[in-house]
């Protein structure tokens, strides 16, 4: 394969794309999208997550789905491909849909994700309980959303719940040893910065709260 | 990412974009927005992208010398941040659509732009701490800041980044106390350090354009001037380096109680512009050395394209192909 | 066989045992800070961004087995974690040379970790029973941590290693660093396992549990088949073993066709890490007394 010409396309780089959901038990009822990120496979994109989504402990599991798994609904009765995905990315703009999109002919169970306040991650709503193809979820959705007489979500990703690939493994997510270094509260700097603040004002014999003194009084006083 | 003049841009539509973001509204990557809004994003979050990523060099060398176990850890922790924040800015960048590949091989063309900042070199210990406090708090400023920003894919990272940096600055605060309650010669150090720093921290905010010439302001990707910010970041941190007995190597710096404004010397912005050139005292260096690093490594990312056009090959044709077929 | 007795704090240590105790450990942390800080290396330039972070988080979980180590010693022989890691002069080192050599280039970096990292599991494996109970309880723990550098480590052989072809593809390319690596790597891997002074002492105090050549083998056993599938290079014989009581238990035993470098265990090593030691030591040694 030669050597992609500069600043091609998507392809030149050899990825794909990765949506990571994350939760932490202690304070999420449910998974939120954290972020997304580029592997060459799959293998590569659970390392990955684990690095962006868990180095700091903040996840106790963590869901990566590859975005050409993902199909995005937003106030039509046809689902798209994730917009940012493949042939729609270079344009990276709502396109219409195809209805006759084949993609998914089977039967699967479908996890539904939402965003419920504008601005906010997407959070992970709930899995339609029936196998149904891709067109059938998709009325499911979106005939609920019209005849739903509560808030209904803007904008809505489905994906097959077995493309949902589950990180959740205590080792990778929650090492044992000590990683303060990198917490804030890892830090305690109390008692130094008191011995400092003393010391500095017995030198220049002047108060720690002053405000329109200037540099050269500074100089002048200083031993 | 090419214009599409081919879309009749309807000027009433983007009226309403501008008053939508102005008043608050927020737009995802998949949500239709005028051309010139996506291009100062990407503008505006590709240079962020390249300041993290060339902010690294500066203070990589000095995990090596980090005087205790516990300060190389916290050091290696705060530059893997860095290189992390890179990652998930030029996601934002790929996703608008410019590929990491082009943003990248612009910063080694030279033609990529990065923070000011990061144009200096660093020369001891102390510029670690320096850097870590005051550096991480003049951008923690401006991070904060856009967490407002109308495109929300960036500002739900600012928050991320923002969450991520919190201990950076306590880190660079604790290197720079312990100095000053230290030797004389560390004492030194530290007021030397800051002597370096402190030019390059009054022109991190930028120079003091109007809110309505600033374009990205316009749009709401960001929603605080540069002035504003810059009075913040004095604000918090000029009482926090006196209190423990630096001098702020500036002498018209002072705090005019009747305007509730700090005043100081007027900066050199002739340097800055020629700093947004990348003319600055260590840029050519550091683009030199990012290219070569950068090529070093373009056999690893020719195997990962390499892997992935076979396995669509074999999806496609639903045959593994002959490696010549492939090849060439 | 007499009965061993198992020691539960510093204090415990028999005085015979308490330099051998203190040297192993000393190895052990030197291993990890070394290659810890090699790791580190690439923060800020690996060939993929993604790397960069993976990697810093590799090298950060070393350096914090290699703290863990030196507090240990440190407890034993009556001093403190930083001084021991930044206060000796380099021929007072005990790092294995393999992880002393600078980073190299990618397959150069994954090559070494792969050879460490397994050898590093076999060794670990060994102390978990060992009779120093605060060492088998560390160990313990680092274990668990070291589970994901195997995992990174092994992906990434398998990424580079992978290839049928014969001609000129990015993945041939790949394949020739790795041999490339490997072979200029090999002599100092079998170093990791330099046998050494202490090792009697600790091995029927059960501070040990196997020495230094069963260590060895049962890691070269473990990455064979590996590194036959791979069509990597590795440069050992099967032959029949000595009339031993020790080998009696496997068939064979695997003997290089290659010269072992040695001596890192005894305080000799490479320019590599003189230049580094120097770097390293600098702003510590302006001032050992100093707070930093």
Same mark, same amino acid.
């Given at each position: 394969?030669?050597?992609?010409?500069?600043?091609?396309?998507?392809?030149?780089?050899?990825?794909?794309?990765?949506?990571?959901?994350?939760?932490?038990?202690?304070?999420?009822?449910?998974?939120?999208?954290?972020?997304?990120?580029?592997?060459?496979?799959?293998?590569?994109?659970?390392?990955?997550?684990?690095?962006?989504?868990?180095?700091?402990?903040? @996840?106790?599991?963590?869901?990566?789905? +590859? *975005?050409? =798994?993902?199909?995005?609904?937003?106030? !039509? %009765?046809?689902?798209? &491909?994730?917009?940012? @995905?493949?042939?729609?990315?270079?344009? +990276? *703009?709502? =396109?219409?849909?195809?209805?006759?999109? !084949? %993609?998914?002919?089977? &039967?699967?169970?479908?996890?539904?994700?939402?965003?419920?306040? +504008?601005?906010?991650?997407?959070?992970?709503?709930?899995?339609?309980?029936?196998?149904?193809?891709?067109?059938?979820?998709?009325?499911?959705?979106?005939?609920?959303?019209?005849?739903?007489?509560?808030?209904?979500?803007?904008?809505?990703?489905?994906?097959?719940?077995?493309?949902?690939?589950?990180?959740?493994?205590?080792?990778?997510?929650?090492?044992?040893?000590?990683?303060?270094?990198?917490?804030?509260?890892?830090?305690?700097?109390?008692?130094?910065?008191?011995?400092?603040?003393?010391?500095?004002?017995?030198?220049?014999?002047?108060?720690?709260?002053?405000?329109?003194?200037?540099?050269?009084?500074?100089?002048?006083?200083?031993? | 990412?090419?214009?599409?003049?081919?879309?009749?841009?309807?000027?009433?539509?983007?009226?309403?974009?501008?008053?939508?973001?102005?008043?608050?509204?927020?737009?995802?990557?998949?949500?239709?927005?005028?051309?010139?809004?996506?291009?100062?994003?990407?503008?505006?979050?590709?240079?962020?992208?390249?300041?993290?990523?060339?902010?690294?060099?500066?203070?990589?060398?000095?995990?090596?010398?980090?005087?205790?176990?516990?300060?190389?850890?916290?050091?290696?922790?705060?530059?893997?941040?860095?290189?992390?924040?890179?990652?998930?800015?030029?996601?934002?960048?790929?996703?608008?659509?410019?590929?990491?590949?082009?943003?990248?091989?612009?910063?080694?063309?030279?033609?990529?732009?990065?923070?000011?900042?990061?144009?200096?070199?660093?020369?001891?210990?102390?510029?670690?701490?320096?850097?870590?406090?005051?550096?991480?708090?003049?951008?923690?400023?401006?991070?904060?800041?856009?967490?407002?920003?109308?495109?929300?894919?960036?500002?739900?990272?600012?928050?991320?980044?923002?969450?991520?940096?919190?201990?950076?600055?306590?880190?660079?605060?604790?290197?720079?106390?312990?100095?000053?309650?230290?030797?004389?010669?560390?004492?030194?150090?530290?007021?030397?350090?800051?002597?370096?720093?402190?030019?390059?921290?009054?022109?991190?905010?930028?120079?003091?354009?109007?809110?309505?010439?600033?374009?990205?302001?316009?749009?709401?990707?960001?929603?605080?001037?540069?002035?504003?910010?810059?009075?913040?970041?004095?604000?918090?941190?000029?009482?926090?380096?006196?209190?423990?007995?630096?001098?702020?190597?500036?002498?018209?710096?002072?705090?005019?109680?009747?305007?509730?404004?700090?005043?100081?010397?007027?900066?050199?912005?002739?340097?800055?512009?020629?700093?947004?050139?990348?003319?600055?005292?260590?840029?050519?260096?550091?683009?030199?050395?990012?290219?070569?690093?950068?090529?070093?490594?373009?056999?690893?990312?020719?195997?990962?394209?390499?892997?992935?056009?076979?396995?669509?090959?074999?999806?496609?044709?639903?045959?593994?192909?002959?490696?010549?077929?492939?090849?060439? | 066989?007499?009965?061993?007795?198992?020691?539960?704090?510093?204090?415990?240590?028999?005085?015979?045992?308490?330099?051998?105790?203190?040297?192993?450990?000393?190895?052990?942390?030197?291993?990890?800070?070394?290659?810890?800080?090699?790791?580190?290396?690439?923060?800020?330039?690996?060939?993929?961004?993604?790397?960069?972070?993976?990697?810093?988080?590799?090298?950060?979980?070393?350096?914090?087995?290699?703290?863990?180590?030196?507090?240990?010693?440190?407890?034993?022989?009556?001093?403190?974690?930083?001084?021991?890691?930044?206060?000796?002069?380099?021929?007072?080192?005990?790092?294995?040379?393999?992880?002393?050599?600078?980073?190299?280039?990618?397959?150069?970096?994954?090559?070494?970790?792969?050879?460490?990292?397994?050898?590093?599991?076999?060794?670990?494996?060994?102390?978990?029973?060992?009779?120093?109970?605060?060492?088998?309880?560390?160990?313990?723990?680092?274990?668990?941590?070291?589970?994901?550098?195997?995992?990174?480590?092994?992906?990434?052989?398998?990424?580079?290693?992978?290839?049928?072809?014969?001609?000129?593809?990015?993945?041939?390319?790949?394949?020739?660093?790795?041999?490339?690596?490997?072979?200029?790597?090999?002599?100092?891997?079998?170093?990791?396992?330099?046998?050494?002074?202490?090792?009697?002492?600790?091995?029927?105090?059960?501070?040990?549990?196997?020495?230094?050549?069963?260590?060895?083998?049962?890691?070269?056993?473990?990455?064979?088949?590996?590194?036959?599938?791979?069509?990597?290079?590795?440069?050992?014989?099967?032959?029949?073993?000595?009339?031993?009581?020790?080998?009696?238990?496997?068939?064979?035993?695997?003997?290089?066709?290659?010269?072992?470098?040695?001596?890192?265990?005894?305080?000799?090593?490479?320019?590599?890490?003189?230049?580094?030691?120097?770097?390293?030591?600098?702003?510590?040694?302006?001032?050992?007394?100093?707070?930093?």
């Amino acid at each position: 394969m030669q050597q992609a010409s500069k600043g091609a396309t998507l392809q030149d780089a050899g990825d794909d794309v990765f949506e990571v959901f994350q939760q932490d038990l202690k304070r999420d009822n449910a998974p939120h999208h954290g972020g997304n990120l580029r592997a060459p496979d799959t293998e590569l994109a659970v390392h990955y997550a684990r690095e962006f989504y868990g180095r700091r402990q903040e @996840s106790d599991r963590l869901w990566i789905i +590859a *975005r050409t =798994q993902l199909w995005e609904i937003q106030d !039509t %009765a046809y689902p798209v &491909a994730h917009p940012l @995905s493949e042939a729609c990315y270079q344009q +990276a *703009r709502y =396109q219409q849909p195809q209805p006759d999109q !084949t %993609a998914h002919e089977q &039967a699967v169970i479908f996890a539904v994700f939402g965003q419920q306040v +504008a601005g906010k991650p997407m959070e992970w709503l709930y899995d339609l309980p029936a196998p149904l193809n891709l067109a059938e979820a998709t009325q499911q959705l979106t005939t609920g959303r019209v005849l739903s007489d509560v808030p209904y979500p803007a904008r809505l990703w489905l994906c097959p719940r077995e493309s949902i690939i589950e990180l959740n493994n205590t080792d990778l997510l929650h090492p044992p040893l000590d990683r303060s270094y990198r917490r804030l509260d890892g830090y305690n700097i109390r008692d130094k910065l008191r011995t400092a603040r003393q010391r500095s004002s017995s030198e220049h014999n002047q108060t720690t709260e002053g405000v329109e003194f200037t540099t050269e009084q500074q100089r002048g006083q200083s031993s | 990412m090419t214009e599409t003049s081919a879309d009749a841009q309807d000027e009433a539509r983007v009226e309403e974009f501008r008053s939508y973001v102005q008043n608050g509204g927020k737009v995802e990557a998949t949500d239709w927005m005028p051309v010139e809004y996506r291009q100062s994003l990407i503008r505006f979050i590709e240079m962020h992208a390249n300041s993290e990523l060339m902010g690294v060099l500066p203070e990589r060398d000095w995990i090596m010398r980090a005087p205790t176990i516990q300060r190389k850890l916290a050091l290696t922790a705060k530059i893997q941040d860095e290189a992390g924040h890179a990652e998930l800015l030029y996601r934002l960048v790929e996703d608008l659509g410019k590929t990491r590949n082009a943003c990248l091989d612009d910063l080694v063309a030279g033609k990529g732009k990065f923070h000011n900042t990061f144009h200096y070199t660093t020369k001891t210990w102390a510029d670690t701490g320096m850097i870590a406090w005051l550096v991480d708090a003049a951008a923690i400023v401006s991070q904060h800041a856009l967490r407002d920003s109308s495109y929300a894919p960036y500002a739900r990272t600012m928050q991320k980044i923002c969450w991520e940096e919190s201990f950076h600055m306590m880190h660079g605060r604790d290197i720079v106390i312990t100095l000053m309650n230290g030797t004389a010669v560390q004492r030194a150090m530290a007021q030397e350090a800051l002597d370096r720093w402190w030019p390059t921290l009054m022109v991190f905010h930028g120079p003091n354009t109007p809110a309505e010439k600033d374009r990205d302001m316009q749009w709401h990707i960001k929603a605080k001037a540069n002035e504003e910010l810059r009075q913040e970041f004095l604000n918090a941190q000029v009482p926090r380096l006196r209190e423990i007995g630096l001098i702020i190597p500036d002498p018209q710096l002072r705090y005019d109680t009747e305007h509730k404004r700090w005043l100081y010397s007027e900066p050199d912005w002739a340097t800055l512009r020629a700093i947004a050139h990348n003319q600055g005292p260590a840029s050519e260096e550091r683009i030199g050395f990012r290219r070569m690093t950068y090529e070093e490594g373009q056999w690893v990312r020719d195997l990962m394209a390499y892997r992935m056009a076979q396995r669509q090959q074999h999806a496609t044709t639903g045959h593994v192909p002959l490696k010549e077929e492939v090849h060439g | 066989m007499n009965e061993i007795a198992t020691i539960a704090t510093p204090q415990a240590i028999p005085p015979t045992l308490r330099q051998p105790l203190a040297r192993l450990l000393l190895s052990l942390a030197d291993d990890e800070f070394i290659l810890g800080y090699w790791d580190s290396e690439w923060t800020g330039v690996a060939p993929i961004l993604e790397e960069d972070v993976a990697c810093s988080s590799i090298a950060q979980d070393e350096i914090g087995h290699a703290r863990l180590f030196y507090e240990e010693t440190a407890a034993i022989i009556g001093t403190t974690a930083d001084q021991l890691a930044y206060g000796r002069q380099p021929a007072e080192y005990r790092q294995a040379q393999l992880v002393e050599r600078n980073r190299g280039n990618w397959a150069f970096t994954i090559a070494r970790q792969y050879l460490y990292d397994t050898a590093d599991n076999v060794r670990l494996k060994a102390f978990k029973d060992s009779a120093y109970l605060p060492l088998a309880q560390d160990v313990s723990k680092i274990q668990r941590e070291e589970v994901y550098h195997l995992m990174h480590t092994a992906t990434w052989l398998d990424r580079l290693a992978n290839t049928h072809a014969t001609n000129n593809t990015p993945d041939n390319t790949a394949h020739a660093l790795l041999t490339a690596a490997l072979e200029s790597l090999w002599p100092d891997a079998i170093g990791l396992f330099e046998p050494f002074e202490d090792e009697e002492l600790l091995l029927e105090a059960g501070i040990l549990s196997r020495s230094s050549k069963q260590l060895e083998q049962e890691w070269l056993e473990s990455i064979e088949a590996t590194f036959g599938r791979a069509r990597l290079p590795f440069p050992f014989i099967e032959v029949a073993p000595a009339s031993d009581t020790i080998q009696q238990a496997i068939p064979y035993v695997y003997q290089p066709t290659i010269q072992p470098r040695y001596g890192g265990r005894q305080g000799q090593h490479v320019q590599d890490f003189m230049e580094l030691w120097e770097q390293m030591t600098m702003v510590y040694r302006l001032d050992p007394q100093a707070q930093w």
